[in-house]
C-alpha cells in the first residue's frame, strides 16, 4: 500500500465499512530499524464524523468529498 511504500501517514479513499455505513481509514506504517513491522490503521464513520464537525443549526451547508 502507499502507506508502506512512502513511509508517510495516508488516508484512504471513501470505503464501505462492515457495520453498513460508509468511512476513510487513516494508516500509519510502522518501521523498527528500517524493517516494515505492520500499520495502526485508524477507522472513521464518514456520518459520524461529519456530524460531530458540522453542527446541526448548520443546516444549509453543502459539500463535496473527493478522493482525487
Known amino acids: ?14 470505503v464501505d465499512l462492515l457495520q453498513g455505513s ?8 510502522l518501521y523498527i530499524k528500517d524493517r516494515y513491522d505492520g ?3 485508524a477507522v472513521f ?5 461529519l456530524r460531530y464537525l458540522i453542527p446541526d443549526h448548520y443546516e444549509n ?8
Open 61 to 68: 451547508i453543502y459539500f463535496t468529498i473527493s478522493d482525487n
Open 22 to 29: 460508509t468511512g476513510l481509514l487513516y494508516v500509519m506504517p
Open 45 to 49: 464513520n464518514l456520518e459520524k464524523l
Open 39 to 41: 500499520a495502526i490503521v
Open 1 to 14: 500500500n502507499k502507506a508502506k511504500q512512502t513511509r508517510q501517514s495516508q488516508a484512504t479513499g471513501v
